[in-house]
């Protein structure tokens, strides 16, 4: 099952199925993007991880079960692995652990805000529930989240690009040197690969890269 990053949509994500053609792709509308209404129940990530647990009650088997999450819904996919049974692997596409690595993005987000009237409450739902952002002042506090991943109970993989800085129109990656530090804290089974030529939309730049590697650790289970 995929989730997408702010933005997009499950139709974004279309491209998985195509990549990987052994592999059944679920990709779901987050709330407040593509045909998913707002959500008057906010933008956390626990929040967003009620739609998405019910839609894996809904489509869950015998088969292995991996949770992709691109950029911020990557939090959510590691609280839903957290909350259910029968997951096998979260892969996270340049998700932010922290909120000051996504400082670099605020002037997109409010200037979309203003040029998008019918996706405000979405859009200033997220920046307040996720990134600490107050859409109206332009205050932000800092936030991290790596206790998602510290308490995540299955491999996870974060794929992130090697572009680390802004070179536009490519925005630089999140994930950053003081992130692997962090994480080296961690416990659990966690690793990250970087692909090359790709920033922060690394699915975007270089799907068949990313779709390399899903199939790489679809085949060792």
Not at 42 to 51: D, K, N, S, V
Not at 179 to 188: L, R, W
Request: aromatic share 10%; net charge neutral.
């Amino acid at each position: 099952m995929a989730m997408h990053g702010v933005f997009r949509c499950a139709n974004d994500l279309a491209i998985l199925a195509e990549l990987l053609p052994d592999v059944e792709v679920i990709t779901v509308d987050l709330p407040g993007h593509g045909k998913a209404p707002h959500s008057d129940l906010g933008y956390t990530p626990e929040a967003l991880a009620r739609p998405i647990r019910a839609a894996y009650l809904a489509y869950r088997d015998d088969r292995p079960f991996f949770l992709l999450g691109e950029s911020f819904s990557g939090l959510t996919a590691l609280l839903v692995a957290r909350l259910e049974q029968g997951i096998r692997r979260v892969i996270l596409i340049d998700t932010p652990l922290e909120t000051q690595r996504v400082a670099n993005s605020w002037t997109q987000l409010m200037g979309y805000y203003h040029l998008h009237p019918e996706s405000r409450p979405m859009i200033a739902g997220i920046c307040r529930d996720f990134f600490g952002l107050d859409i109206q002042s332009g205050k932000a506090e800092v936030r991290t989240y790596y206790e998602y991943l510290r308490r995540c109970p299955v491999p996870t993989m974060m794929i992130t690009g090697k572009i680390k800085s802004n070179k536009p129109p490519i925005t630089g990656a999140y994930f950053q040197a003081g992130d692997q530090a962090e994480i080296g804290k961690v416990d659990g089974d966690f690793s990250f690969i970087e692909v090359p030529k790709a920033g922060h939309s690394v699915l975007k730049l270089q799907p068949k890269a990313v779709g390399a590697i899903i199939k790489f650790l679809a085949s060792q289970l």
